[in-house]
């Protein structure tokens, strides 16, 4: 939820000042695998505020002729329950993680980050980037001409020697 955002946004500031890995789904909603929705930035900022690398992963459920199981997804009017059944229900799910070249948070925005984030995942899994017509300017190009860089004063400073963490899914050396 929107209003939650500053909230988590302070404890994975805060993980990821441990030295933890955090892993979040910055398409904020759950999907059948079948498109890519839009990646909202807000829950990145804790990476660029921290400068750490982000991991994009690319997962999907897949039957064993490799096209895509919407059978594990929980979406629409599904309850949580017949989602849980019809997950118990399949004697096999499989799914494929692909771990990302990592991005480097240092000296991007957000917006900036997301689109990168969301054009790896896009790519690997052969699918359209997202449209959506944005609430503020999100495109890479107009960061990039304005040189806007939306921050926050939420999240605390992280020491430059903490390991490198990956809020999308996980941790990369320096």
Excluded at 27 to 53: C, I, K, N, R, W
Aim: glycine residues 8%; proline residues 9%.
């Amino acid at each position: 939820k929107r209003q939650d955002t500053a909230h988590v946004n302070r404890h994975v500031a805060a993980a990821l000042g441990a030295g933890d890995c955090v892993g979040v789904f910055p398409e904020g909603t759950t999907g059948d695998g079948t498109h890519l929705m839009y990646f909202h930035a807000s829950l990145l900022q804790p990476a660029v505020h921290g400068a750490v690398m982000v991991r994009p992963v690319a997962i999907r459920y897949v039957h064993g002729d490799g096209s895509v199981d919407t059978a594990p997804a929980y979406v629409g009017d599904l309850t949580f329950g017949a989602s849980i059944a019809q997950v118990l229900g399949r004697r096999v799910i499989r799914a494929e993680m692909v771990f990302l070249p990592p991005l480097h948070a240092h000296g991007k925005t957000r917006r900036e980050l997301a689109r990168h984030a969301e054009h790896a995942i896009a790519t690997q899994l052969c699918l359209p980037l997202p449209c959506k017509k944005p609430e503020k300017s999100d495109d890479l190009a107009d960061a990039e001409q304005t040189g806007s860089r939306p921050t926050d004063s939420l999240y605390p400073e992280l020491p430059a020697s903490r390991p490198v963490a990956a809020p999308v899914l996980t941790s990369v050396p320096k």
